[in-house]
């Protein structure tokens, strides 16, 4: 079910407890300036010198000293165990769009944790942002908009039927599934790539240089 309590207008950066820089973060308040923090990410927003505007989470790996910082206001605890941090700011954050940032490149249990809810929060306009690559999920079409040689890789969540144009091994179509065949390392030969997909299930992942790609095409996707 999804919650919906905390309501922007514009887009929102949300930090996790996992790598990121200044620089990223920086980055992403350019296009997404409503700061938001799953638990411990509070304290990487404070380490800034940033002050989020809301903080979710059940808050077991926030520091006392910088929960302390906090107006109890911001702080919005959900004690549940069933879902991760990231799942539980997902599913109550209303907004065009979410720029994650903070959930790739460290616990690999974690940033797996984070793709199964890209998929499961499929109606959400969210991008995870990383120090090499973003992802985000592509439940029936996406069109990017890109430079020809750039990285494109699909890789299956779910058993799915993808149709492609514009990338050196086209799919058109074929099954790809997270036990059988995958779609990494393919390539741009356009600057116009299309994807279509039978249903939920497939993360695109792209180069950071291609972030702003990313936000176009997932911005403009129907969900």
Request: aromatic share 4%; glycine share 8%.
């Amino acid at each position: 079910m999804t919650e919906h309590f905390a309501r922007f207008e514009t887009n929102v950066t949300l930090l996790g407890g996992g790598a990121l820089s200044p620089e990223t973060v920086s980055e992403l308040l350019k296009v997404a300036p409503n700061l938001v923090a799953c638990d411990g990410g509070a304290g990487a927003a404070l380490a800034l010198g940033l002050m989020p505007k809301l903080v979710l989470g059940d808050m077991d790996s926030i520091a006392a000293e910088d929960r302390a910082r906090l107006d109890p206001a911001i702080i919005h605890e959900i004690s549940e165990q069933d879902s991760t941090d990231f799942d539980k700011a997902i599913r109550n954050l209303e907004t065009p769009l979410i720029l994650g940032a903070g959930f790739m490149g460290r616990r690999a249990d974690h940033e797996l944790a984070c793709y199964n809810v890209l998929v499961r929060r499929a109606e959400s306009r969210v991008i995870l942002v990383g120090e090499h690559d973003v992802c985000f999920h592509v439940a029936d079409n996406v069109r990017l908009r890109v430079t020809p040689g750039l990285r494109v890789s699909l890789f299956p969540m779910a058993e799915v039927e993808v149709r492609s144009s514009g990338l050196e091994y086209p799919l058109d179509p074929l099954v790809l599934a997270p036990w059988a065949r995958v779609g990494t390392s393919n390539r741009a030969v356009s600057e116009d790539v299309e994807i279509s997909v039978s249903g939920p299930g497939l993360l695109v992942l792209l180069p950071r240089s291609a972030l702003s790609a990313a936000i176009e095409a997932v911005s403009s996707s129907a969900r």
